[in-house]
């Protein structure tokens, strides 16, 4: 046994699903769930009930946090087609502004061609706008980004040969940045056909081949992000299951066995996972912050006992390494052998780099 100290994880794709559908996860247990895996801090995404798509609902949700996390955190602004001059009014507060160019969960999705260009006119920064959007799509952002000279990130890369593209277009000077999911990177098309439902996600899991290229082209990667999107059980197993698998808790050991594998060194799983996403989002580090991890055999994670309110785990039975003992943020310890010590409302929102 021995015992590793890193920085910590920065999440910088959740849905912690407040407000709106507490049933499945809120604040503090959407927190707590991020310490539990060496997360220190989390961007929350901005499709809830009601969307996050105008100052006063972005106001009502910032509060929510404030009293409530327990982690630090970051907030996205979304847009719903319609109030470009309130997302304009809050960017300043925002990590970034969230458009949904394909459909996913929630009602957010944009692709009239004139809304886009006009949110792309008016996004001001600083930070930049992140896209959920299917392989057609990508291109579509590209030539927006280049038209109107905007920062953009793409998240979830839905398939390998998209991160070429992306690629491509930094090479050609854009500002562009990408990110992959752990359950992309761990999973493929056979775990569909084991777990059903519970493997169901936007985008969708890749065949084999595809994951292998997914850790060929890591190169060309930013982030690595959870993409947390929890649901029931009775939703994941009703007739219409929504998309959307946990991971706070489930990505740092699963990168740990990456890394005893060989197929990442430690310093890249940091620069993915920690100094990549604060780069991207412009964002300090949280001070005197670090998470203790105890490195023993490699083991199975568990199909219970998690801490995010859905309570299951697609990666249940896959082989990982290392358990988080100790968390520490801005100088204070706030997770201990599976207790929270923080308050709700101890997380603080993650600041902008001047
Ligand atoms: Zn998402």
């Given at each position: 046994m021995s015992s590793l100290s890193l920085p910590g994880i920065i999440d910088a794709h959740v849905h912690l699903r407040e407000p709106g559908a507490t049933y499945k996860e809120d604040v503090l247990s959407g927190t707590s769930a991020a310490l539990a895996g060496g997360v220190i801090g989390v961007l929350d995404m901005p499709n809830n009930t009601p969307p996050i798509a105008n100052g006063e609902a972005f106001s009502r949700k910032r509060?929510?946090?404030?009293?409530?996390?327990?982690?630090?955190?970051?907030?996205?602004?979304?847009?719903?087609?319609?109030?470009?001059?309130?997302?304009?009014?809050?960017?300043?507060?925002?990590?970034g502004l969230k458009l949904y160019l394909d459909e996913t969960f929630g009602d957010m999705t944009t692709r009239e061609p004139q809304a886009l260009h006009r949110v792309f006119e008016a996004w001001p920064g600083p930070g930049p706008i992140a896209i959920h959007a299917e392989s057609r799509s990508i291109p579509i952002a590209l030539r927006l980004a280049q038209q109107h000279n905007q920062r953009l990130h793409v998240c979830h890369v839905p398939h390998p040969d998209d991160l070429l593209q992306i690629d491509a277009a930094r090479q050609r000077g854009l500002r562009v940045t990408c990110e992959v999911t752990p359950h992309h990177l761990l999973l493929?098309?056979?775990?569909?056909?084991?777990?059903?439902?519970?493997?169901?996600?936007?985008p969708p899991l890749a065949c084999a081949a595809d994951v292998a290229?997914?850790?060929?082209?890591?190169?060309?990667?930013?982030?690595i992000a959870s993409d947390h999107a929890p649901h029931t059980r009775v939703e994941k197993e009703s007739a219409t299951p929504p998309p959307g698998v946990p991971g706070l808790e489930t990505t740092l050991p699963l990168?740990?066995?990456?890394?005893?594998?060989?197929?990442?060194?430690?310093e890249r799983m940091?620069?993915?996972?920690?100094?990549?996403?604060?780069?991207?989002?412009?964002?300090?580090?949280?001070?005197?912050?670090?998470?203790?991890?105890?490195?023993g055999a490699s083991y199975r994670l568990p199909r219970e006992g998690y801490r995010t309110r859905c309570g299951w785990s697609p990666f249940a039975g896959e082989w990982a390494v290392g358990h988080v003992v100790r968390v520490r943020l801005r100088g204070r310890v706030v997770w201990e052998e599976g207790q929270v010590l923080a308050k709700p409302g101890d997380g603080q929102e993650l600041r902008r780099i001047k």
């Amino acid at each position: 046994m021995s015992s590793l100290s890193l920085p910590g994880i920065i999440d910088a794709h959740v849905h912690l699903r407040e407000p709106g559908a507490t049933y499945k996860e809120d604040v503090l247990s959407g927190t707590s769930a991020a310490l539990a895996g060496g997360v220190i801090g989390v961007l929350d995404m901005p499709n809830n009930t009601p969307p996050i798509a105008n100052g006063e609902a972005f106001s009502r949700k910032r509060i929510l946090f404030q009293q409530k996390a327990v982690s630090d955190y970051g907030l996205f602004v979304g847009f719903d087609g319609r109030d470009i001059d309130s997302l304009v009014e809050v960017a300043s507060q925002a990590v970034g502004l969230k458009l949904y160019l394909d459909e996913t969960f929630g009602d957010m999705t944009t692709r009239e061609p004139q809304a886009l260009h006009r949110v792309f006119e008016a996004w001001p920064g600083p930070g930049p706008i992140a896209i959920h959007a299917e392989s057609r799509s990508i291109p579509i952002a590209l030539r927006l980004a280049q038209q109107h000279n905007q920062r953009l990130h793409v998240c979830h890369v839905p398939h390998p040969d998209d991160l070429l593209q992306i690629d491509a277009a930094r090479q050609r000077g854009l500002r562009v940045t990408c990110e992959v999911t752990p359950h992309h990177l761990l999973l493929s098309d056979e775990a569909v056909a084991r777990l059903g439902a519970y493997a169901y996600m936007k985008p969708p899991l890749a065949c084999a081949a595809d994951v292998a290229l997914f850790w060929q082209k890591l190169p060309l990667v930013d982030i690595i992000a959870s993409d947390h999107a929890p649901h029931t059980r009775v939703e994941k197993e009703s007739a219409t299951p929504p998309p959307g698998v946990p991971g706070l808790e489930t990505t740092l050991p699963l990168l740990l066995r990456a890394v005893d594998e060989g197929r990442l060194t430690l310093e890249r799983m940091i620069e993915l996972t920690y100094h990549n996403p604060l780069r991207v989002y412009g964002l300090r580090p949280p001070q005197e912050s670090d998470v203790e991890v105890e490195i023993g055999a490699s083991y199975r994670l568990p199909r219970e006992g998690y801490r995010t309110r859905c309570g299951w785990s697609p990666f249940a039975g896959e082989w990982a390494v290392g358990h988080v003992v100790r968390v520490r943020l801005r100088g204070r310890v706030v997770w201990e052998e599976g207790q929270v010590l923080a308050k709700p409302g101890d997380g603080q929102e993650l600041r902008r780099i001047k």
